[in-house]
């Protein structure tokens, strides 16, 4: 998961990590569809922070303001807000997707890391404790985040202020694409 996109989403994908994911698309901006890491490239063909750059950019100024970044927020809230109640419960939380712009993939549900990531999550969130996690209760992560990203100060958010994603580390091992690495001696 991009930092970018942590951090814009919400509070804790928030605090890296947060609003889960409020986690469904928005509709494609003007321009051409957005993408995110394993999702289809942007418009400029970029994957990675780049293209979800893209799609919190909603007017294409190449800067993306606090009001842009939480209507896109507030666009996945309800995405993900399947019963329309205006909170998201765990379980909401932990259907909606992570990836703007990839679909969920099909087979057998998460697993129990990524269960105990959205409980954590949502714990986080849930401000008041009362099951559900409204947009009030994003907001202020969300924004801490966002100001994080904006170097300068100016109230926006632009491509260099993006931090460099640290390098993939390859895990994969027997049954992987790539051999496991062999052990000297």
């Given at each position: 998961?991009?930092m970018?996109?942590m951090?814009?989403?919400?509070?804790?994908?928030l605090?890296?990590?947060?609003a889960?994911?409020?986690?469904?698309?928005a509709?494609?901006?003007?321009?051409g569809p957005?993408?995110?890491p394993?999702?289809?490239?942007?418009?400029?063909?970029?994957?990675g922070?780049?293209?979800?750059?893209?799609q919190?950019?909603?007017?294409?100024d190449?800067?993306?303001?606090?009001?842009e970044?939480?209507?896109v927020?507030?666009?996945r809230?309800?995405?993900?807000?399947?019963?329309r109640?205006?909170?998201?419960?765990?379980?909401?939380?932990?259907?909606?997707?992570?990836?703007?712009?990839?679909?969920?993939?099909?087979?057998?549900?998460?697993?129990?890391?990524?269960?105990?990531?959205?409980?954590?999550m949502?714990?986080?969130l849930?401000?008041?404790?009362?099951?559900?996690?409204?947009?009030?209760?994003?907001?202020?992560?969300?924004?801490?985040?966002?100001?994080s990203?904006?170097?300068?100060?100016?109230g926006?958010?632009?491509?260099?202020?993006?931090p460099?994603?640290?390098p993939?580390?390859?895990?994969r091992?027997?049954?992987?694409?790539?051999?496991?690495?062999?052990?000297?001696?």
């Amino acid at each position: 998961m991009t930092m970018f996109r942590m951090a814009l989403l919400g509070a804790a994908i928030l605090a890296g990590a947060a609003a889960p994911a409020l986690a469904q698309p928005a509709p494609p901006p003007a321009g051409g569809p957005g993408g995110a890491p394993g999702g289809p490239p942007g418009p400029r063909g970029e994957r990675g922070p780049g293209a979800m750059f893209n799609q919190f950019d909603t007017n294409r100024d190449g800067r993306v303001t606090w009001d842009e970044a939480w209507g896109v927020i507030q666009q996945r809230f309800q995405a993900a807000d399947t019963d329309r109640d205006g909170g998201l419960t765990q379980d909401e939380m932990a259907n909606a997707r992570l990836r703007p712009g990839a679909p969920r993939p099909e087979g057998p549900p998460p697993g129990p890391q990524r269960e105990r990531m959205v409980g954590m999550m949502f714990r986080a969130l849930d401000a008041n404790r009362d099951g559900k996690v409204t947009p009030e209760e994003i907001r202020p992560a969300a924004e801490a985040r966002f100001r994080s990203f904006d170097a300068n100060g100016d109230g926006a958010v632009t491509r260099d202020e993006l931090p460099t994603p640290p390098p993939r580390r390859d895990h994969r091992g027997p049954g992987g694409d790539r051999p496991a690495p062999t052990q000297p001696g």
